[in-house]
């Protein structure tokens, strides 16, 4: 099993410029997520979906857009990039939700860097 | 809102000494507690995680308690070594569904390890 893989790795955009993120995992997970670390900030929650066909906002969703493809796939959109969106972001996944007893472990992906000239 | 306060960094440690990394949450009823490690370059691994008060998670040498009394969860490890240098994180994840809290995990700031040869 790969577990959680994301593509690109590394990326450079300019200011106003659009791309993808994408993430896939392989271990049957019905949630996924993405984050963004920044420096001294931990990781903060962009976006994540609890199960297939539902998205909802984290703790910093302004700038994004996701998409649920389906079970595997959960893509993280930038419209229109902006120098405070350069970070480092990671999807992650999880059996379940809390309240269902060892399933809310979260896998996360290896990461994408990401800078916005 | 929940939140995790983290020792700060960096930390430099000689091999064989002993570690601890302070940890101390705010959040409502029980969270589920959890340290990952980021090692240069990779993403976040789940270290170990404890899911009630006074449950201690161990792995690869490292140890946390879940101290209700003091909320803390701090890391330690009897004899550390130069493999162990890498980013630890501290974690919960809330288990009030309403709040929204049950469905990410909230993250300190990361402590930086480094262990000298």
């Known amino acids: 099993n790969a577990g959680v893989t994301q593509t690109p790795k590394f990326q450079v955009l300019k200011t106003g410029q659009s791309m993808t993120l994408q993430c896939a995992q392989d271990m049957n997970h019905n949630s996924m997520y993405w984050y963004r670390q920044d420096p001294g900030m931990g990781l903060r929650l962009i976006y994540y979906?609890?199960?297939?066909?539902?998205?909802d906002k984290g703790e910093v969703p302004n700038g994004y857009n996701v998409s649920r493809l389906n079970k595997r796939e959960f893509s993280l959109r930038l419209e229109s990039a902006a120098p405070s969106q350069t970070s480092v972001y990671f999807c992650?996944?999880?059996?379940?939700?809390?309240?269902?007893?060892?399933?809310?472990?979260?896998?996360f992906g290896p990461g994408t860097r990401l800078t916005v000239l | 809102g929940d939140s995790v306060t983290q020792m700060e960094g960096p930390v430099t440690l000689s091999e064989e000494a002993f570690l601890t990394i302070n940890c101390t949450y705010t959040?409502?009823?029980?969270?589920?507690l959890f340290w990952y490690v980021q090692y240069p370059g990779e993403g976040l691994q789940l270290l170990l995680k404890a899911t009630k008060a006074d449950d201690k998670g161990s792995n690869k040498g490292f140890e946390a308690t879940y101290r209700k009394e003091t909320t803390s969860f701090h890391l330690e490890k009897g004899s550390v070594q130069v493999s162990d240098s890498a980013v630890y994180f501290c974690a919960l994840r809330g288990l009030v569904i309403s709040s929204g809290s049950a469905r990410q995990l909230t993250f300190g700031s990361g402590t930086q390890l480094t262990v000298l040869p």
């Open positions: 979906s609890a199960s297939e066909g539902t998205t």
């Open positions: 959040a409502t009823g029980y969270p589920s």
């Open positions: 992650a996944s999880s059996e379940g939700i809390s309240g269902s007893t060892g399933k809310d472990t979260q896998y």
